[in-house]
Structures are given as C-alpha cells and as structure tokens.
C-alpha cells in the first residue's frame, strides 16, 4: 500500500530540538524525493525542506536554513526532519509528502502526504 | 523570489455553482511547475493538477486548470458538497517551492 506514515505527535520546551520521522512503503523509496511542509494553527502550508533519497541531496527554504536537518535512512525506508532551537512560533502540525521527481529540480507536485504530526512548543 | 497571491481569501457559493479560484505568480513562471491542491479541515493536502492543467488521476473532470501568463486558474464547474475545501497553488522554482495563501471555498 502506497503510504507515508509519520512519527506521533510531540511536546517539547522552547530551545529544545524535535526529530519527526516518515516512514515510506508501497514503492521504491530511493525513486522520489521527500519533502516536509509545516501548517501552523489556522494558517496555511509552508514548505520548509526536500531530501533526494536517492543522493542525500537536501534544499531547505532560506527561513530554516541552519536550523533543520533532513535525512533519510534507505536501509528503513525513513526520511528524519529535524527542528532545532524550538520557538513557540513553530507549533505546528509538520506534514512530509513525496515529490514527483527523483531531484530537486525534476520535481513538479506533491502527490503522496502523510498524516501529519503534531508539534507543540511550550513552556 | 516568486511569490503566489491567490484571490479571493474565501469564495461563498452554493452547491451546483461554478467556483473559479485564480493565482498569481509575482514575475514570469514556468507553467509545468504549477500545481493545486485540496485540504479538508483535520487531513493532509491532496494533489489535484499539476503542470497548471494536468488533472491527478482520479481527481474528478469538474476539477480544471488554466493559465494565462503569470494567472493561473483551478475552476470547479458544479460544486458538490465534499469541494468545500482550502485550495493552494504552488510552485516549484529552482531554489524554493512556496504557496499561495489559500482560498476557502465554503458553503453558501
């Protein structure tokens, strides 16, 4: 069954990091791309960050440049985002979704998402 | 860096109704790029048209895209219930893929 299955939600203080992680089936993971787009309370989606699992290739969004980390693991079929130095501002709920392409610059949509994890910053 | 405004904020229209959703790229883009999604409240986005007028399969033909310079348009020629929804436009430039702001349509 083609699906991404992410981590559970998470609590965590502000400072703190968060590593949320999407576990990919149903397809060969190392073909697409993953992505991670974060949705904040009553907002809309905001797209933070793409690995290519085939070359460990990664482009984040200027905004989140040096403070998330994308990896993927090809021997479990998992890609990791890691958040660092937690603000409230990043409660949210982090979706990951595969990419269409197999490289950053053949990517064209998102077409599989998974069910989205709740990250909850507070002191 | 590319920019998409979509308009309106919120659309409220009736069952049955055509629903015509526009975006707006801030300088020239290209169009293969361009794709829209659907969100209901509680889930994940789901992908609609990419490459501004490529229906997903599956997705239902009353789901159209057009485009016209840096305009893009999702039309939904007759509304049923579950289209009620938050539709995005987005774009995947050579260095960042942003948003629209969204548009809601709701029930009239």
Redesign the interface.
Known sequence: QLQLVQSGAEVKKPGASVKVSCEASGYTFTTYGI?W?RQAPGQ????MG?ISVSTGNT?Y??KFQGRVTITADTSTSVVYMELRNLRSDDTAVY?C?RG?GTFF?T?????I????TTVTVSS | EIVLTQSPDSLSLSPGERATLSCRASQNVNS??L?W?Q?KPGQ????LI??ASNR?TGIPDRFSGSESGTDFTLIISRLEPEDFAVY?C?Y?G?????????TKVEIK
Not at chain 1, 44 to 47: A, K, Q
Not at chain 1, 107 to 111: I, K, V, Y
């Open positions: 992505t787009v809309g989606l905001e797209w793409y482009n969004a200027q979706f979704a269409t610059h990517t064209r949509a998102f077409d998402w998974g069910q989205g | 293969y790029y794709a999604y969100q994940a986005p789901r992908l990419y490459g997903v995005y987005q995947f050579s260095s960042w893929w942003p948003f629209g702001q969204g």
